[in-house]
């Protein structure tokens, strides 16, 4: 059953699925990790931890089934390979980022229960890096959804050639 259900889905069908669960899991895990700091609600925190822990976890098949999503949009008409690029370079940072997240998350959740002295110290620490990892998930996430929406791409193809044709027409001189 399991077999037939892939065999179904495209590449790119399978990376629009799970894509989105990292994204939303580290939005919602800072949130109320951030909440967390200001409440003596110790089991806020786990659930702030277990929400970027998931988020790791999800940036894996999310990242894994990247690279055959690309292949399938290169084929299909009307994309944009500029934010094509855009989107891959950008994920390889989110997805090494969010993994790190992850790891940070469960070591919180595990400070969280053990070592409840250290725990405002490790939310912090966890908050800076989730707050950098969001803003490139985020970035990563804006630029594969720019992929085949024309009406999101004008401005910035209209620059990126604009800067193409400048310099190549300073090479001609």
Known sequence: MNKLI???MSPN???LIVNHIPVFSIIFGFIILLLSLFTSKK??????????FLAGITSIPAYLSGEDAEHFVEELSKISFYHLEEHEELGETSYILNIIVGILGMIGFIINRLKPQFNNTA?????????ISIYFTVRTAQEGGKIRRPELWNETIENHSSEEAVESQMEDD
């Open 43 to 52: 089991n806020l925190a786990l659930v702030g931890y277990g929400l970027l």
């Open 13 to 15: 069908y399978t990376h």
């Open 6 to 8: 892939f065999e179904v």
């Open 123 to 131: 939310k912090i620490i966890t908050l800076i890096f989730t707050a």
